[in-house]
């Protein structure tokens, strides 16, 4: 940005990229053992979830093929 030397209104507006604060913010609170514990909890039920799934799709997602082993229905053998 350009720098104005005329006084302009809101100047502090103008100059706010400039500003820097010298006011620390307050340190972070320390995780309770619960809350601790549930947050790794929630991580191993996704996680379970996510390899629970892949282990119940994978069969589902197998390519067979179906030249070795032709399959027929008993309707079609009572002719």
Same mark, same amino acid.
């Given at each position: 940005?350009?720098?104005? =030397? ?6 502090? #507006? %103008? ?8 006011? @620390? /913010? ?12 549930? =947050? ?6 996704? #996680? %379970? ?8 799709? @994978? /069969? ?20």
């Amino acid at each position: 940005m350009f720098g104005r =030397r005329e006084p302009v209104p809101f100047a502090f #507006v %103008a100059e706010a990229d400039r500003f820097r604060s010298n006011v @620390t /913010p307050p340190p972070r609170e320390r995780l309770s053992v619960g809350q601790m514990a549930g =947050r790794w909890l929630l991580g191993l039920t996704i #996680v %379970a979830g996510l390899v629970g799934s892949l282990v119940v799709g @994978t /069969p589902a997602l197998s390519v067979d093929h179906p030249g070795s082993q032709p399959q027929q229905s008993q309707a079609s053998q009572k002719n």
